[in-house]
């Protein structure tokens, strides 16, 4: 992207949000996210309470992309409460985005709303991608919170791609993991397992880990800014997943680690319950693949796993991030 631009995040003060500002920040775009409370990044901050229109709408009218990445944290135990929160902060974010979209003379012309891998059915035998893969949640003999979270992906994509926004391109990014050495976000959870011997393979070990490095992720948010042809439903994941025993073990590797604890089910579900998340999270077998990146000419910068690991392992202990 040579011309810079003019950006919008909302739910941009997330971890993945301030990975996604600091570079598009860096290569000279404008950058205004919005969040609910008031902090001082390098780029600019505008508050909104994310269910009513106000004058922060006022930024998306001439802006060029709105990222829109808001959604109340899916790492907690799925109560009612929980789920109705997770999903009403996604849905209702989106529907408001929409609504400010449609009011304006000089709306974006790209949306890119996060979406997630998620969305697919747990396999083991077949690789998702965008064309080919199947939406889950009709399965036989899946846990509800599984179900749950298809359910909030599914409303999710249908309220952004019903918003009416004739004149403006719109993404929904299926993203896998995010892989990134800063504090805070999975690849700092996991690599702590890791070095306190906890790092073994959870369950069985056959279901299948989506992810994407970091660098990968924000090469494709500008390929996909730039290439106008692009739009509806793209997986944001390495063309590679591998099962949780491999996975597991590569980051052993990358981390010197000889031996890691590996988790039974019942172990894994007990763990969850103390720590007030779900299983969901690791059991799930997401096996996506970015059918329509590669197809389009996308090269990735860290296809497989085993690499992907040692750069973010060396980035994380030299203190080097994006």
């Known amino acids: 992207m040579s011309r810079k631009l003019h950006i919008v995040i909302p739910g941009g003060s997330g971890q993945v949000g301030t990975i996604l500002a600091r570079h598009l920040h860096a290569q000279g775009h404008h950058v205004a996210v919005l969040a609910r409370n008031k902090h001082t990044p390098p780029w600019q901050v505008i508050v909104w309470n994310g269910t009513s229109l106000g004058d922060w709408a006022a930024t998306l009218d001439g802006a060029d992309v709105l990222i829109n990445l808001s959604g109340r944290s899916v790492n907690c135990r799925y109560t009612t409460k929980n789920r109705n929160e997770i999903k009403e902060s996604r849905l209702a974010t989106t529907n408001l985005l929409g609504r400010a979209l449609s009011q304006l003379a000089h709306p974006p012309r790209l949306w890119m709303n996060a979406s997630t891998a998620t969305i697919y059915r747990h396999s083991l035998d077949l690789p998702m991608d965008e064309a080919t893969g199947e939406v889950g949640g009709k399965e036989r003999d899946v846990p ?179």
Do not use: C
């Open 144 to 322: 509800g919170t599984w179900r749950f979270s298809i359910d909030v992906a599914t409303g999710w994509e249908q309220s952004f791609f019903s918003a009416n926004t004739p004149n403006t391109r719109r993404i929904a990014l299926r993203s896998a993991m995010t892989m990134s050495p800063d504090p805070g976000g999975v690849f700092d959870q996991l690599l702590r397992l890791v070095r306190f011997g906890l790092g073994g393979t959870a369950g069985s070990g056959q279901q299948f880990v989506s992810w994407i490095h970091d660098t990968d992720f924000l090469r494709s948010i500008d390929y996909l800014i730039a290439h106008e042809e692009l739009d509806g439903p793209i997986n944001l994941a390495a063309p590679n997943p591998l099962p949780n025993r491999e996975f597991m073990q590569a980051l052993r590797q990358a981390a010197g680690a000889a031996t890691g604890l590996s988790s039974t089910r019942f172990m894994l579900e007990l763990g969850a319950w103390f720590l007030r998340t779900e299983t969901e999270l690791i059991l799930k077998s997401r096996r996506v693949i970015p059918g329509r990146l590669l197809q389009s000419g996308f090269n990735f910068e860290f296809p497989d796993w085993p690499s992907a690991a040692r750069d973010l392992v060396d980035r994380y202990q030299t203190g080097r991030v994006k």
